[in-house]
């Protein structure tokens, strides 16, 4: 089972170039995330998804589109690179989100280091 | 929107020692979990807490949702415990926000 698996984990861009960051889970889960971390800081929310064809904006959207074609993918793209989203892009899933449940955990893959140049 | 606020920023301990790392937040929430991240990157789960009390070897986190702050008790500590704690909740909407960190290092 591999959990939650982020495709390319190291990239570097010129800036203008586009490219896409692929997550895929196998854990059947309906909610995916995309964050951005940056040096000495938590985590920020950049898009969502609650179910396969949805998605919606978080904290920091801009310059970011997502797409959920399929439940088990969650796709990241960057259409013109600049220096500032250079970061540690993380995905995460969760099975479902009531109130209480353990099913809320958030799961996440290994994180994408981008580099903008 | 929801603050998510957790002390100490940074931590140094010796091995063996104990802490307690909090998080504070400034609405009502229905979910919460510790996070601890690695010195790799890697965001490992420790607790899924809303409410109460729960233990883990030596990791033990308390919630008490009414008072809105989470602790996060770390015994014994190793150097394999190093890196970020993370809380993040969730105020019902469907994502987690997350607070700064705390980032720990022990010492041998």
């Known amino acids: 089972n591999a959990g939650v698996t982020q495709t390319p984990k190291f990239r570097v861009l010129k800036t203008g170039q586009s490219m896409t960051l692929l997550c895929a889970q196998d854990?059947?889960?309906?909610?995916m995330y995309w964050y951005r971390q940056d040096p000495g800081m938590g985590l920020r929310l950049i898009h969502y998804?609650?179910?396969?064809?949805?998605?919606a904006k978080g904290e920091v959207p801009d310059g970011y589109n997502v797409s959920r074609l399929k439940k088990q993918n969650f796709l990241l793209g960057l259409e013109s690179a600049a220096p500032s989203q250079t970061s540690v892009y993380f995905c995460?899933?969760?099975?479902?989100?009531?109130?209480?449940?353990?099913?809320?955990?958030?799961?996440f893959g290994a994180g994408t280091r981008l580099s903008v140049l | 929107g929801i603050q998510v606020e957790q002390s100490p920023p940074d931590l140094i301990l010796q091995e063996g020692a104990n802490s307690t790392l909090r998080c504070n937040f400034s609405?009502?929430?229905?979910?919460l979990q510790w996070f601890h991240q690695n010195p790799w990157g890697q965001l490992i789960n420790l607790f899924y807490?809303?409410?109460g009390t729960k233990q883990n070897g030596r990791l033990s986190a308390t919630t008490v949702a009414t008072e809105r702050y989470s602790l996060l008790y770390i015994s014994s500590s190793q150097t394999t415990d190093s890196g970020v704690y993370f809380c993040a909740v969730g105020p019902g909407t469907y994502k987690y926000i997350f607070g700064t960190g705390t980032r720990l290092k022990v010492l041998a």
């Open positions: 995460a899933s969760t099975q479902s989100f009531r109130e209480g449940l353990a099913k809320n955990i958030q799961y």
């Open positions: 998804s609650v179910g396969e064809g949805t998605t």
């Open positions: 609405d009502s929430v229905n979910n």
């Open positions: 854990m059947n889960h309906e909610y």
């Open positions: 807490i809303p409410s």
